[in-house]
């Protein structure tokens, strides 16, 4: 049984940081992200790393956000930095399984940026 535990998030004031992080169990690492949706908006992919060790993010986080992985374990972390008022949303871990390529999401966390 695949499980995603997410943690982290929470209130921060603008400039601030924020880290997130995500464990998945019970599947063979293919890929793994986090997506955020805002009130309103689409759910848009934040950040990702592949299994080739290939990280990509969205425009509006690059040389912000840093995502990395903990080696031989299936753990992410986003290290979310000057946090603006847009980046409130529900951020949402996903996980790709390498062999059955099934797709995996956490509940989500919220993380609020005040102004």
């Known amino acids: 049984q695949v499980q995603l535990a997410e943690s982290g998030g929470g209130l921060v004031q603008a400039g601030g940081s924020l880290k997130l992080s995500c464990e998945a169990s019970?599947?063979?690492?293919?890929?793994m992200g986090w997506w955020r949706q805002a009130p309103g908006k689409q759910r848009e992919l934040v950040a990702g790393f592949a299994s080739g060790g290939n990280t990509n993010y969205a425009d509006s986080v690059k040389g912000r956000f840093t995502i990395s992985k903990d080696n031989d374990k299936n753990v992410v972390h986003l290290q979310m930095k000057s946090l603006k008022p847009e980046d409130t949303a529900v951020y949402h871990c996903n996980a790709i399984d390498k062999i059955t390529m099934r797709s995996f999401w956490g509940q989500g966390t919220q993380v609020t940026v005040s102004s």
């Open positions: 019970g599947l063979i690492f293919g890929f």
